[in-house]
């Protein structure tokens, strides 16, 4: 695991838009796993303005998301599908269809698995996406951000490092962080995320954590312990991951 400490936000934004164009430079078709939050919102803006001066950037760039919400329409403005439209898709020329996000709306939900109720479509929809990053050729460069108790995607503590793509029940440290992105509305209870395992399975991971609110997780991550009580701890079993961190993050 390599660490680089960072003055500030700005500065891991630009070397994570840096890496991501790179991938792209070596393989204009390259496979990467995309996480949402704040934290990445920077590495999207300069990643977009990097692109302005290409001709092609995502032109063949396959995309998979870390994660989504059970329960609400694609188009709410909470869902993690908006949040990448806003941020990534609508500015550059991937495609849409080379975009996968899970899907955790109830009607698409409906349409994409008409037999299965509810709960069943949810599994089936799980089963769908491992399939679905298989049969894109997996995942060569992933980049995730990390939660305050340390969670990746949202793989909560206590998530066992073995999991695929599964729903999960979110913790309510995790909802109060995300609800100011809900406007008010009751930040939904389920998300879809990629398992730990599948987020192993990247070629290559690079994760961003930037302000005081991750210190403790960072430190936890530092300490070289491996738990499920801290899903972060699963990248020391990963052969090339990099930690992109600023100097409050670091606790330096
Ligand atoms: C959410 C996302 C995670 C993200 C985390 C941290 O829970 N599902 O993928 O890493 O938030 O977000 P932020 O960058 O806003 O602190």
Request: with cysteine; charged share 25%.
């Amino acid at each position: 695991m390599e660490w680089e400490v960072l003055e500030d936000h700005a500065r891991i934004s630009e070397r994570a838009a840096q890496i991501l164009l790179d991938s792209i430079d070596s393989n204009p078709a390259v496979r990467l796993g995309l996480p949402t939050g704040s934290t990445p919102v920077g590495m999207y803006e300069h990643a977009v303005k990097l692109c302005r001066n290409r001709y092609h950037c995502f032109r063949d760039v396959v995309t998979f998301n870390l994660d989504e919400y059970v329960g609400i329409p694609r188009e709410h403005p909470g869902s993690y599908f908006t949040y990448m439209r806003r941020k990534l898709f609508d500015h550059v020329d991937l495609k849409l269809d080379n975009a996968h996000v899970p899907w955790g709306d109830p009607a698409a939900l409906k349409e994409l698995f008409p037999e299965a109720d509810f709960e069943e479509a949810l599994a089936l929809e799980c089963e769908r996406y491992e399939l679905e990053i298989a049969e894109a050729g997996g995942i060569d460069l992933l980049v995730l951000g990390l939660g305050r108790n340390a969670h990746i995607a949202f793989n909560e503590p206590g998530t066992p490092h073995s999991s695929r793509t599964h729903v999960i029940l979110l913790d309510e440290s995790t909802r109060r962080a995300n609800a100011p992105h809900f406007a008010g509305e009751e930040v939904p209870h389920r998300a879809i995320t990629m398992g730990i395992a599948t987020i192993l399975e990247a070629r290559r991971i690079i994760l961003l954590a930037s302000g005081a609110g991750k210190s403790s997780a960072l430190e936890a991550l530092r300490s070289g312990v491996i738990s499920e009580q801290i899903p972060a701890s699963a990248l020391h079993r990963h052969p090339d991951v990099r930690i992109l961190c600023d100097v409050a993050a670091a606790g330096e």
